[in-house]
């Protein structure tokens, strides 16, 4: 059966077993001997996938961290030893000039409204451990990246979640979230046209260095160009995402 920190797919909604610690320490060392395969076989990086509500982010989540062990607590620092404990077993198996990066989220597929770090402070006491442990690099997923993360402190044109993590740990991070959608991806499955309209409002985030490098995805299905015509500043030809192209992939 599928594990996971307690049971528990979503608060209250119980899948699979919990896990024990000698369940935790395999699967630790499963990431890790997974990393060094990757760096033996030629890749230059590698991501920790601890985002939208998978094994890592569970940990992370109050609602599905109810361990009354090390790898649980009331504090997200507390619910955060299991990421890094990972991430500090990836570093000792890549060595210290492998790029480590974290995909991190405070929304949820089981819980869109989800947050993790109400404050900066907390988002500090969750990352700054993980970045202290030996990632390099923190790919922030939100639904849409130009949504400032805390408005009530910079406005609604703040730093997003890429922003914030930059300023409060120091290190290097990516943005995504609806890059070339004129909604979000949600809206773009859902049949609704989308355009680049976006792209002139991210060029400026990132001339301010308010992160250091943008993800791109589901754009790159309608137009798999996109990139090059970027490079080149041909903004004029590109093509926004379609749903049905979808469908060619099948």
């Not at 993590?165 to 943005?175: E, L, P, Q, R, V």
């Amino acid at each position: 059966p599928v594990e996971s920190p307690s049971g528990l797919v979503a608060p209250d909604k119980p899948r699979g077993k919990v896990m024990t610690e000698n369940d935790i320490a395999d699967t630790v060392a499963a990431f890790a001997q997974a990393a060094a395969d990757a760096k033996r076989t030629g890749f230059d990086t590698v991501e920790i996938h601890g985002a939208h509500g998978y094994l890592i982010d569970q940990f992370f989540w109050s609602g599905t961290n109810k361990r009354e062990d090390r790898y649980g607590g009331a504090t997200i620092k507390e619910r955060s030893r299991f990421a890094g404990e990972i991430v500090a077993a990836i570093r000792k198996a890549v060595g210290p000039d492998f790029p480590i990066i974290l995909r991190v989220s405070q929304w949820k597929q089981q819980d869109y409204a989800a947050r993790l770090a109400e404050t900066p402070a907390l988002m500090g006491d969750w990352l700054q451990p993980l970045v202290d442990a030996g990632v390099d690099i923190l790919h922030c997923s939100q639904r849409r990246f130009w949504e400032p993360e805390f408005p009530e402190i910079d406005g609604e044109k703040g730093l997003n979640f890429a922003g914030w993590a930059k300023k409060i740990t120091g290190a290097a991070t990516i943005s995504v979230g609806s890059v070339g959608l004129s909604g979000d991806f949600f809206s773009a499955f859902a049949g609704k046209p989308s355009t680049t309209a976006d792209l002139d409002a991210l060029l400026e985030r990132m001339a301010k260095d308010e992160f250091d490098l943008i993800a791109v995805g589901r754009v790159l299905i309608s137009d798999a160009d996109w990139v090059a015509k970027i490079k080149a500043g041909d903004k004029s030809s590109l093509k926004g995402f379609n749903a049905a192209d979808l469908g060619a992939l099948v």
